[in-house]
Protein backbone atom coordinates (compact mmCIF):
# COMPACT_ATOMS: atom_id res chain seq x y z
CA UNK A 1 0.00 0.00 0.00
CA UNK A 2 1.65 3.30 -1.02
CA UNK A 3 0.11 6.77 0.87
CA UNK A 4 1.20 9.77 -0.77
CA UNK A 5 0.56 12.85 1.87
CA UNK A 6 0.65 16.25 -0.34
CA UNK A 7 2.18 19.83 1.57
CA UNK A 8 2.95 22.77 1.04
CA UNK A 9 0.23 24.90 -0.39
CA UNK A 10 -1.67 27.91 0.75
CA UNK A 11 -2.29 31.45 -0.76
CA UNK A 12 0.04 33.53 -2.48
CA UNK A 13 -0.15 36.40 -5.23
CA UNK A 14 0.39 36.59 -8.99
CA UNK A 15 3.80 36.22 -9.73
CA UNK A 16 5.14 34.52 -6.41
CA UNK A 17 6.90 31.01 -6.37
CA UNK A 18 5.58 27.88 -4.38
CA UNK A 19 6.95 24.28 -3.73
CA UNK A 20 4.42 21.75 -2.80
CA UNK A 21 6.23 18.46 -1.72
CA UNK A 22 4.59 15.32 -1.54
CA UNK A 23 6.02 11.91 0.51
CA UNK A 24 5.34 8.62 -0.27
CA UNK A 25 5.43 5.57 1.26
CA UNK A 26 6.52 2.10 0.34
CA UNK A 27 10.18 0.87 -0.25
CA UNK A 28 10.01 0.59 -3.88
CA UNK A 29 9.09 4.48 -4.10
CA UNK A 30 12.35 4.43 -6.88
CA UNK A 31 10.27 2.52 -8.89
CA UNK A 32 6.91 4.74 -9.27
CA UNK A 33 5.98 7.35 -11.25
CA UNK A 34 4.29 10.40 -9.71
CA UNK A 35 1.85 12.91 -11.03
CA UNK A 36 0.84 16.17 -10.46
CA UNK A 37 -3.12 16.46 -11.08
CA UNK A 38 -5.03 20.00 -10.11
CA UNK A 39 -8.77 20.72 -9.95
CA UNK A 40 -10.09 24.13 -9.89
CA UNK A 41 -13.74 24.98 -8.62
CA UNK A 42 -16.16 23.19 -10.81
CA UNK A 43 -13.40 21.83 -13.24
CA UNK A 44 -12.35 17.86 -14.23
CA UNK A 45 -9.28 17.13 -12.52
CA UNK A 46 -6.39 17.59 -15.00
CA UNK A 47 -2.60 16.61 -15.48
CA UNK A 48 0.14 19.09 -14.53
CA UNK A 49 3.18 17.54 -14.48
CA UNK A 50 4.63 14.28 -14.22
CA UNK A 51 7.98 12.31 -13.60
CA UNK A 52 8.77 9.21 -14.31
CA UNK A 53 10.87 6.25 -12.11
CA UNK A 54 13.86 7.31 -14.27
CA UNK A 55 14.13 10.78 -13.06
CA UNK A 56 14.97 12.62 -16.45
CA UNK A 57 11.70 11.59 -18.05
CA UNK A 58 9.62 14.06 -17.00
CA UNK A 59 6.65 16.36 -19.09
CA UNK A 60 4.20 19.02 -18.32
CA UNK A 61 0.68 20.40 -19.39
CA UNK A 62 0.98 23.25 -21.55
CA UNK A 63 0.09 25.91 -19.65
CA UNK A 64 2.55 25.62 -17.09
CA UNK A 65 5.69 24.54 -18.96
CA UNK A 66 8.73 26.53 -18.17
CA UNK A 67 7.18 27.67 -15.13
CA UNK A 68 6.74 24.46 -13.09
CA UNK A 69 9.86 21.57 -12.37
CA UNK A 70 8.74 18.35 -11.05
CA UNK A 71 11.87 16.53 -9.53
CA UNK A 72 12.16 13.60 -6.93
CA UNK A 73 14.46 12.87 -4.25
CA UNK A 74 14.24 8.66 -4.19
CA UNK A 75 16.46 9.03 -0.47
CA UNK A 76 13.56 10.94 1.27
CA UNK A 77 10.57 9.46 -1.04
CA UNK A 78 9.48 12.52 -2.13
CA UNK A 79 8.53 14.29 -5.21
CA UNK A 80 8.09 18.08 -5.37
CA UNK A 81 6.49 20.94 -7.49
CA UNK A 82 8.31 23.84 -7.93
CA UNK A 83 5.97 26.58 -9.46
CA UNK A 84 7.22 29.75 -10.58
CA UNK A 85 4.58 33.15 -12.07
CA UNK A 86 2.23 31.73 -10.25
CA UNK A 87 -1.34 33.01 -12.48
CA UNK A 88 -4.56 33.30 -10.46
CA UNK A 89 -5.35 30.34 -13.06
CA UNK A 90 -3.01 28.02 -11.15
CA UNK A 91 -5.74 28.15 -8.42
CA UNK A 92 -7.12 24.35 -7.16
CA UNK A 93 -6.32 21.38 -4.81
CA UNK A 94 -3.32 19.92 -6.19
CA UNK A 95 -3.23 15.83 -6.01
CA UNK A 96 0.00 13.84 -5.84
CA UNK A 97 -0.83 10.55 -7.68
CA UNK A 98 1.55 7.31 -7.63
CA UNK A 99 2.05 4.77 -10.72
CA UNK A 100 4.62 1.92 -11.88
CA UNK A 101 7.20 3.20 -13.96
CA UNK A 102 6.57 5.76 -16.49
CA UNK A 103 4.40 9.21 -16.38
CA UNK A 104 0.55 8.80 -16.99
CA UNK A 105 -1.77 11.80 -18.07
CA UNK A 106 -4.75 9.77 -17.39
CA UNK A 107 -6.55 9.67 -13.73
CA UNK A 108 -7.43 6.36 -14.48
CA UNK A 109 -3.76 5.27 -14.75
CA UNK A 110 -2.79 6.02 -11.28
CA UNK A 111 -3.19 4.14 -8.91
CA UNK A 112 -2.38 5.90 -5.59
CA UNK A 113 -3.54 9.32 -4.51
CA UNK A 114 -3.37 12.09 -2.07
CA UNK A 115 -5.77 13.64 -0.17
CA UNK A 116 -4.82 17.03 -1.95
CA UNK A 117 -3.32 20.51 -0.90
CA UNK A 118 -5.52 23.78 -1.98
CA UNK A 119 -3.70 26.52 -3.80
CA UNK A 120 -4.84 30.07 -4.11
CA UNK A 121 -3.25 32.35 -5.98
CA UNK A 122 -4.93 36.34 -5.76
CA UNK A 123 -4.81 38.87 -8.74
Known amino acids: QVQPVESGGGLVQAGDSMRLSCAAS????????MGWFRQAPGQEREFVAGIGWIARETDYADDVKDRFTISRDNAKNTVYLQMDSLKPEDTGVYYC????????????????WGQGTQVTVSS
Open 97 to 112: AVRPRSIGYQIWEYNY
Open 26 to 33: GRLFSTYA
